[in-house]
């Protein structure tokens, strides 16, 4: 599964962005799709994640400002951003595993190669 990230750029606090994530080369809809995001000088953590038949679940952080959606026709993830913040600042990056979702980053399987999103203030 090749999975590619994009829809980075540069927002002001308070605006909106929304990244998407493509899948190629398996079965997107028997996977579980996440969001995972690094932030300079920090260790990559857990955004959000969408199982294969569409259970959700969201870092604290995030909750009530950032929605995960999946469009199986496209084969696309996508995970709209709300009420940015500067803290929000980091590289976003897709991620892959079968099935069910988690919060653990060593248990997806597939990995995008990450889009920037940098909120000024």
């Known amino acids: 599964v090749q999975l590619q990230a994009s829809g980075g750029g540069l927002v002001q606090a308070g605006g909106s962005l929304r990244v998407s994530c493509e899948a190629s080369?398996?079965?997107?809809?028997?996977?579980?799709m996440g969001w995972f995001r690094q932030a300079p000088g920090k260790e990559r953590e857990f955004v959000s994640a969408i199982s294969w038949s569409g259970g959700t679940t969201y870092a604290d952080s995030v909750k009530g400002r950032f929605t995960i959606s999946r469009d199986n026709a496209k084969n696309t993830v996508y995970l709209q951003m709300n009420s940015l913040k500067p803290e929000d600042t980091a590289v976003y990056y897709c991620?892959?595993?079968?099935?069910?979702?988690?919060?653990?980053?060593?248990?997806?399987?597939?990995w995008g190669q990450g889009t920037l999103v940098t909120v000024s203030s």
């Open positions: 991620a892959a595993r079968p099935r069910t979702i988690t919060t653990i980053q060593k248990l997806y399987e597939y």
């Open positions: 080369g398996g079965t997107f809809s028997s996977y579980a």
